[in-house]
């Protein structure tokens, strides 16, 4: 339930420039939708960060290949959790024999991976609830 919440937080608390009322909305619906977030919650790899036993921030690689969930709350944000999980899912990912991550980065999101070597293959559009959304296919080699 924490990571739900966590995944909740960063959505509402993102830059309001970036997305609609409706849009937010849409995407923090999915926190608690039985099946959404269920397997890779219950079945990715992953990491969180802590300030005083409370759960900031998360990764997620889901499958082995997939940078599937990384999501800080607000008041969190800025503060180095996003960048310190996305090491680590790196590291592990190259444990893990897979060269190559991919994702589907966030407006909130895809700025964070572009300075830490990520590149654009495309951006996508999607509907959440029947609602558009813009976002951006990812990958990076690791070495």
């Not at 890779?40 to 997620?60: D, H």
């Not at 997939?66 to 899912?89: D, E, F, K, V």
Request: aromatic share 10%; glycine share 6%.
């Amino acid at each position: 339930m924490a990571l739900r919440e966590v995944y909740e937080d960063a959505i509402r608390t993102c830059d309001k420039s970036l997305y609609s009322q409706k849009q937010i909305d849409a995407w923090t619906s999915l926190a608690y939708l039985p099946g959404i977030l269920d397997k890779p919650l219950r079945e990715g790899v992953g990491w969180v960060s802590c300030v005083n036993k409370t759960i900031e921030a998360f990764a997620l690689r889901y499958p082995t290949n997939r940078l599937a969930l990384l999501y800080c709350r607000g008041r969190s944000s800025r503060q180095g959790h996003a960048t310190a999980l996305l090491h680590q899912i790196e590291e592990d990912t190259l444990k893990d024999r897979p060269f190559n991550l991919k994702t589907e980065a966030s407006l909130c999101s895809y700025q964070l991976l572009l300075r830490h070597g990520w590149t654009i293959i495309a951006p996508e559009e999607i509907q959440i609830g029947g609602v558009h959304f813009l976002r951006y296919l990812m990958a990076k080699t690791l070495h």
